[in-house]
């Protein structure tokens, strides 16, 4: 019986089958076949036994170990008495020789973290990709800024895409940067001292992770150490923040006051149980909903780096649950922002209602700046605009029309200056050329 929604409801299958029980255990024995090969290449254990040993590994069945654990309670120990079951001859007496529970399932979850990363990259990059296009392709559609709700100055709806992407270019390098430190495995032993492999333990260390072809740590006890994991979901949260902050602002905008944008809406899909006529942004809605529960990971897994001296198995519960849920609900947020982006709708007319809906008073800033240009000084310039716009609030009419009959401005401005001050299109700085070299920059990337 399913019961947690990842199970029917959230997530994709390559990211799932990551954090599978068969996945798991399919790393933890690549680890062991790894260790016994390294200690045959320098004579701990025979070659043959290291042979038998990675014949055997996948010989061995999910639902044996489960069967052994069962009877002894111990993860690490029913993998070990699996495999050696499956060795022929005495190969079995050399699984696990020298190593610590935790060689085997800290190096294995290395090697999880390597694929989810890959995943998570991927489509990363195509996030940035369609972020990129979108802010090429609207860099001239002028709209309406907004601070505290309320209209500002103009914008453009490439300005805004551009700065989502720059934002998603920094989480890419950043992951890319915490990969050395993430994506690591260790061969320590009981307490990090490796005197279980003797002399040469900082060998057999170095030829597993060669083997596995991931990094590994300089120094560790029983355990590798959780700062490296509690970056990595660090970055997830702040991934997805920066997507929910994206759906926060695609949902504002398909408001129905505002109207400007809309979720994609399928032909035979359904807003409301009573309310036929409605159309929901439910994927940025479910965005929002799911990056709270992947913030809700950080303190968990910081939490899980302050163990009793060597280790102690508080964080191994825990880790069960945050690294799989954090891994499999960044991704699909990802995917989903990836398909909300990807098709969204624009509402042009709706865009530039808004964009004329204070009748110029948005312009304020423009006339301000041309009056001190012409000598006006600039706070005088600003309570002269000041006024003049409270005059239109008040009055409702244009905000052109009252700075025409203002002679304090007439002074400095003609008719047409003031026309060509309140156009919108012509006050949007250099948003496009920002839009251009960003979009060639990081398509260069």
């Known amino acids: 019986m399913a019961i947690h929604p990842i199970e029917y409801r959230y997530g994709t299958e390559e990211m799932k089958f990551v954090w599978s029980e068969a996945n798991r255990l399919e790393k933890v024995m690549t680890v062991e076949a790894a260790l016994a090969k390294a200690e045959a290449d320098i004579g701990l254990i025979p070659k043959e036994a290291a042979d038998i040993i990675e014949a055997s590994i996948g010989k061995v069945e999910l639902e044996r170990v489960n069967e052994i654990e069962n009877e002894i309670h111990h993860d690490m120990m029913a993998v070990v008495i699996a495999v050696s079951e499956k060795c022929e001859e005495d190969a079995g007496k050399w699984v696990h020789f020298g190593a610590t529970s935790n060689d085997m399932l800290d190096t294995a979850t290395g090697l999880q973290l390597k694929e989810a990363v890959q995943i998570l990259e991927d489509k990363m990059q195509s996030l940035l990709d369609i972020l990129l296009l979108q802010a090429d392709e609207h860099k001239h559609l002028v709209c309406a800024g907004r601070t505290h709700g309320q209209i500002g100055v103009p914008t453009t709806y490439g300005l805004r895409f551009g700065i989502w992407a720059s934002e998603i270019a920094r989480h890419i390098e950043r992951l890319e940067q915490l990969k050395p430190r993430l994506l690591v495995g260790q061969m320590t032993g009981a307490v990090g001292t490796q005197a279980a492999f003797g002399k040469d333990g900082i060998e ?96 968990p897994e910081l939490l899980n780096n302050t163990l009793w001296d060597e280790r102690d198995l508080t964080n191994s519960s ?99 200056d003031i026309i060509n001050l309140v156009d919108p299109d012509k006050y949007i700085g250099t948003a496009v050329e920002q839009v251009e070299m960003l979009v060639e920059k990081l398509k260069k990337n």
């Open 318 to 416: 825990c880790e069960r649950i945050v690294f799989p849920e954090s891994c499999v609900l960044t991704d699909h947020i990802i995917k989903l922002a990836i398909g909300v982006i990807e098709n969204l709708r624009f509402y042009p007319e709706n865009i530039r209602r808004n964009l004329d809906l204070l009748k110029g008073l948005n312009m304020g800033e423009a006339v301000m700046i041309e009056l001190a240009k012409r000598g006006v000084g600039r706070q005088e310039a600003h309570e002269l605009v000041r006024s003049s716009a409270m005059e239109a609030h008040e009055s409702g009419m244009h905000f052109k029309e009252v700075l025409m009959a203002n002679p304090d401005v007439a002074n400095y401005l003609s008719e047409d």
């Open 204 to 299: 057999v260390q170095k030829r597993v992770m060669e083997y596995l072809e991931i990094g590994s740590v300089d120094v560790s006890n029983q355990i590798i150490q959780r700062d490296r994991h509690a970056e990595f979901v660090m970055w997830m949260a702040n991934t997805v923040t920066t997507i929910d902050k994206i759906a926060v602002e695609i949902r504002s905008l398909q408001r129905s006051e505002i109207a400007e944008v809309e979720e994609s809406f399928r032909k035979k899909q359904v807003g409301s149980s009573t309310m036929p006529h409605k159309r929901n942004p439910i994927k940025s809605e479910q965005i929002c909903g799911l990056a709270r529960i992947v913030r809700s990971m950080v303190e």
